[in-house]
């Protein structure tokens, strides 16, 4: 049953874990908090260790900071629109004015105030400023760590922090708790005092999981919510943003073992992601994009934990976003929150509709538009992100209509670069040529569709927008959707991640010139692939093998057997009302593949020499008709390395005997020679190995 409070449209569900939480365990009151602060000496971080005199070179991957600080900024916005949330955190630093951040000079004054020391008249000895070193302030979460978490701040007084001068400040920021590391924290002009509190250690939480008793679970009493804080005249200078910190405990569910105690090791990857898009964002103008974006602006790590396995000096520290005027005005409704409270609200935002199909057109349709639109703007494929990375932003005065406003999407680091995308994308603008080397040059942090994810899931290898990792997560599972108990209601699911996937085309068709007919061919017999697509479609890592033969089978389809296939899975939902576990999971293989089907189009599409030229139409805001049915397109099978295809012709063409994988005649030049073919051999040879992991023998057509 919803939450007695959670009917409302102008209810707080911007903090919505807080309260609205469908398990009482995770909910932790959705009033004011404290959130802790610290003092750092910055000359000491700056330096390799504490036995040097000099700071040590500056970093040489383009952030700020040397030694042991870097601190992460985006070149593509204006710092000085953040005036408050930089003299809060890095009071030391300056702003230029082109907006950028600088780092205070190597024995420079701070920006704190100095004391004026001088001597006798009598002296010989020179007057003297007594310059204060200059410091960096981190936040601290007190509220949800105990002594035993690894998180930064921590304990103020042993090594390393104690290195660096580590000193509590009296002074602390207001803030909302709205995810499991994530606050609210409220920012205001005046700067925030340096003065050092009395006690410089923490009041942390006991070591104790599952106890609802707990006095930081529910908040001071008295506590004003977010938008009573926002209604208050004397706050109206206050600037928001959510500020990501390491936690132990989320409510009370101890969380160490998820790591949710440390930042983490890609957060420098969701900054340069971040910046992708601020920057797109300013060439494109105001009015093109459909979706809104939540990005990091801000990110400051250092050396502040020893690795518990090796021992050595880690890395970590805070992530900042942007969030705005933080839903002033607007209701920001959580993805998240659908299953346990989206009936409810529904229903008082528009009592006579229906609930799932608000739902349908406020949130799986604009999230499977957001999803082709960050595509082809950004080149970033949404894959490890669940429901909670999503809010749907309504207008209070919408009244009866209840249409949404738009989606936002945030958590940016979730996502991955897609090669496809970015072939095109990366002739476009600099930007993205160099974001494409940096992401492909990192072999440890960065993600492409040749990366792992993570998650438990299996590399993607093509393009994909994870439906299941949204609707079928199992958190998603819950409330009005719970399809333990019943699980005829994954047929409100699967409606829902159709209605995804099919946004998601829409968008291609209508953007970027998409048809069902682009690359039209016989629908010849697809053997066992339509069964294997129905069972390996949904990435689960247990079946990753499986799932890495499937791939190059299904992009190697023409248009036709694929539209047939995405039918005759569509009929297959419309039939199917889950009756037990084995249905729930048969219906999350569909919409995988239904998913599979439609990603692989698309893909294929954006490899053509048509789709390429509309994604380049797109950026340049030249409409791009789309292709009729009917109208003439390239036809015969698509070669599985360029996409090109063979209209019809065979000679030079060569087919792999194992899987539908075609090659035109360049490209099987390249393809590796089978252990019975030397070398010398390989001009004339007409076998070779097939590049998909299948590693079948490729023989030229007859």
């Known amino acids: 049953m919803a939450h007695p409070n959670n009917d409302t449209t102008d209810w707080d569900w911007i903090v919505w874990e807080t309260e609205g939480n469908p398990d009482p365990k995770y909910q932790r009151g959705g009033t004011t908090r404290g959130l802790g602060l610290y003092s750092l000496n910055y000359d000491k971080l700056r330096k390799a260790d504490e036995s040097e005199t000099a700071w040590a070179p500056a970093h040489t991957d383009h952030t700020i900071g040397g030694g042991r600080v870097k601190i992460a900024s985006l070149a593509e916005i204006d710092y000085s629109a953040h005036r408050e949330l930089i003299q809060a955190f890095l009071p030391c630093f300056t702003i230029d004015g082109s907006g950028r951040l600088v780092e ?99 009041t942390l939480r006991p070591n104790k999981a599952d106890d609802s008793s707990l006095p930081q679970i529910a908040g001071p009493p008295n506590g004003l919510t977010l938008k009573e ?152 494929q949404h894959m490890t992100s669940n429901a909670q990375n999503f809010l749907v932003a309504f207008d209070p005065a919408g009244g009866a209509t209840g249409r949404s406003k738009h989606v936002i999407l945030r958590d940016i680091g979730d996502t991955l670069y897609n090669d496809y995308f970015f072939n095109v994308l990366k002739t476009l603008h600099n930007q993205y040529a160099t974001e494409w080397a940096h992401e492909s040059g990192d072999a ?37 959707l719970d399809t333990d108990k019943t699980p005829s209601l994954a047929t409100i699911v699967t409606r829902w991640s159709r209605s995804h996937n099919i946004a998601f085309l829409a968008y291609f068709r209508e953007k970027v010139g998409y048809a069902n007919d682009w690359n039209a061919g016989a629908d010849s017999d697809m053997g066992d692939l339509p069964t294997r697509l129905r069972t390996f479609a949904d990435m689960d890592n247990k079946t990753k093998a499986q799932y890495a033969t499937l791939v190059p089978q299904v992009l190697a389809l023409n248009s036709t057997q694929r539209w047939r296939l995405i ?41 053509s020499e048509r789709g390429k030229s509309a994604l380049r139409a797109l950026h340049q805001g030249r409409p791009v008709a ?19 295809r063979s209209g019809g012709a065979t000679a030079g063409w060569y087919k792999c005997a194992t899987c539908p994988a075609h090659y035109c005649p360049t490209c099987a030049k390249k393809l590796r020679l089978p252990r019975d073919v030397s070398k010398r051999l390989q001009l004339v040879s007409s076998r070779y190995l097939c590049a998909a992991p299948c590693t079948g023998i490729v023989e030229e057509l007859a």
Not at 170 to 186: D, G, H, M
Not at 634 to 639: E, F, R, S, W
Request: hydrophobic letters at 40%; glycine letters at 8%.
């Open 104 to 202: 205070p000079p190597e024995g420079g004054v701070s920006a704190v105030s100095s004391t004026i020391s001088r001597a006798l008249s009598t002296s010989t000895v020179p007057n003297t400023i007594n310059t204060p070193p200059p410091r960096i302030v981190m936040p601290f979460n007190y509220d949800d760590n105990s002594a035993a978490s690894r998180a930064v701040g921590t304990s103020l007084t042993d090594v390393p922090l104690c290195l660096y001068d580590a000193a509590r400040l009296q002074a602390e920021l207001t803030r909302w708790a709205s995810a499991s590391r994530s606050s609210i924290a409220a920012f205001f002009p005046q700067p925030i005092a340096l003065t050092p509190h009395a006690t410089n250690a923490w």
């Open 229 to 380: 804080f926002q209604a208050d005249v004397r706050n109206a200078a206050a600037k928001y943003y959510s500020v990501k910190t390491g936690v132990q405990f989320v409510s009370t569910q101890n969380q160490k073992g998820n790591n949710k105690d440390l930042l983490e090791s890609n957060s420098i990857h969701a900054m340069h992601r971040s910046g992708l898009i601020a920057g797109t964002q300013q060439r494109l103008g105001e009015g093109v994009l459909e979706a809104k974006y939540q990005f990091e602006i801000l990110c400051i790590l250092y050396g502040g934990r020893y690795d518990d396995d090796t021992g050595d000096l880690k890395l970590d520290g805070i992530q900042i976003r942007a969030v705005g005027d933080a839903a002033a005005g607007e209701v920001w409704f959580p993805a998240l929150a659908i299953p346990s409270h989206g009936r409810a609200f529904a229903q008082a935002w528009n009592p006579t509709g229906d609930w799932v199909d608000l739902w349908d057109r406020s949130f799986a349709v604009p999230l499977g538009r957001a999803k082709a639109e960050m595509l082809c703007y950004f080149g970033m």
């Open 444 to 480: 440890v942090h960065g993600v492409t569709l040749a990366g792992e994810i993570g998650g438990g899931y299996a590399k993607p290898q093509m393009t994909r927008i994870g439906v299941h990792i949204v609707f079928f997560f199992p958190p998603f599972l819950k409330g009005d």
């Open 567 to 607: 039918r005759e899975i569509e009929g297959e939902l419309d039939t199917l009302v889950p009756a037990n576990a084995d249905d729930v999971t048969r219906a999350k293989k569909l919409v995988c593949a239904h998913e599979v089907l439609i990603c692989a189009e698309v893909q294929g599409y954006i490899q």
């Open 626 to 644: 789309p292709v009729q049915q009917g109208q003439a397109v390239a036809t015969g099978p698509a070669c599985a390395t360029c996409a090109k």
